[in-house]
């Protein structure tokens, strides 16, 4: 490339920036929202399930009933414990979502325990937050089962021990498992909502046509236009990686160097299917819609949500399709277990096709549109 090849490209660089960066609004916008992000849905978007107020429905009375309330109140999950004394208020409770959970002990429970007998306690869980209640009940399942052995210690000894070992998240931190994923999720959306207005804010504005009688050629006007954001969210990746072992204390294990080389692909990728968008749209209204449409989808398949395994196989061969579910893999593993430079490999490769794919796409669309 000779001098005045670079001259024109730096040009259309520094133009595309400028475009960018001179409204003080989107200045803002770049930095402040993806920092919002990552803490809102950093706290906001917790698997766990604490602060749960439970009715207790206490027909017994009797010694090992009070136990069992007192390892109920002491549990750090459940926030309150609402008495009750009928099984109308029991229904009531439930029904006005007064509780997620109602305890029934049975009214010989204590008895039963004392002769020998299995006690009972009866469960009432609100099927309308099915994913909440089913860990609630594992919750209580587990002061339960603590209790029997506690009532009956030579009986569990007898039945014998099990560890849990929780590999890469020895606490079962849910920030552990979120923050790695926020960087593939808000970089998919802050590259793509810069990429996509970028050539429909030239129709919009009028200045398409400038760019089809300018000297400039066809590869050095998309590289100007994809380059800002490639560095804007590159930027973004690079103040995440500082917050998040810093802030959030998630550990970062595995090699920086092969985490930016799969995040300058994914980037790539994003780039890519943005051009497609902005090409396709003559407003940025427009060019904002198709954002949305593709973006929205691309996190439902990614894996962040829902495990893939668990969707249809039909949506399993799209999902290979998809940018962030590879990035996503890759993301965590580099995060929370020293992934090995073979696997991140492994998870590279499709997005350098996928970028291959969408650029060259782009540009034959781009080229189109320019005739």
């Known amino acids: 490339m000779d001098q005045a090849a670079l001259t024109r490209l730096w040009a259309m660089i520094v133009k595309e920036l400028w475009a960018v960066l001179r409204d003080p609004h989107a200045r803002l916008v770049l930095v402040v929202p993806p ?46 414990i609402v008495p009750i004394h009928s099984p109308a208020e029991l229904r009531d409770a439930i029904d006005n979502r007064k509780v997620i959970a109602a305890v029934a002990i049975d009214d010989r429970f204590s008895t039963d325990i004392a002769a020998g007998r299995p006690g009972t306690i009866q469960v009432i869980l609100d099927g309308r937050r099915s994913n ?35 590999w890469f998240n020895p606490n079962l931190d849910y920030l552990w498992f979120t923050m790695p994923s926020l960087i593939v999720i808000i970089g998919a959306v802050s590259a793509m909502s810069v990429t996509a ?20 050629r066809l590869h050095e006007i998309l590289i100007g236009k994809m380059v800002p ?71 439902l398949l990614s894996g962040y949500a829902s495990p893939i395994d668990n969707m249809p196989g039909w949506l399993q061969v799209i999902a290979q399709l998809n940018p962030p579910k590879h990035f996503l893999i890759v993301s965590e593993g580099v995060f929370l277990k020293a992934m090995p430079a073979r696997d991140i490999l492994a998870n590279t490769w499709p997005l350098m096709a996928i970028a291959a794919v969408t650029l060259t796409a782009a540009t034959l669309l781009f080229r189109a549109r320019m005739e």
């Open 229 to 299: 954001p490639f560095l804007i969210g590159l930027a973004n990746a690079i103040l995440y990686t500082l917050l998040i072992p810093t802030l959030f204390g998630v550990p970062l294990t595995g090699s920086v160097p092969l985490f930016y080389i799969a995040l300058s692909f994914y980037l790539l990728s994003l780039i890519g299917v943005g051009m497609l968008i902005s090409s396709l749209s003559q407003t940025q209204q427009q060019a904002f819609l198709g954002m949305f449409l593709t973006t929205v989808p691309a996190i």
């Open 197 to 216: 207005q970028s050539v429909a804010r030239e129709r919009e504005l009028g200045t398409f046509d400038q760019l089809m009688v300018s000297p400039l």
């Open 132 to 166: 909440a209640s089913q860990i609630v009940a594992s919750y209580l399942g587990r002061i339960a089962n603590d209790l029997g052995a506690t009532i009956r210690p030579q009986m569990a000894k007898a039945a014998g021990r099990s560890i849990t070992t929780h």
């Open 35 to 80: 920092l919002l992000q990552l803490f809102v849905f950093g706290f906001a978007t917790t698997l766990e399930v604490k602060n749960v107020d439970v009715a207790l429905y206490d027909r017994d009375g009797g010694v090992w009933a009070q136990e069992f309330t007192m390892r109920l109140a002491g549990s750090p999950n459940i926030r309150s």
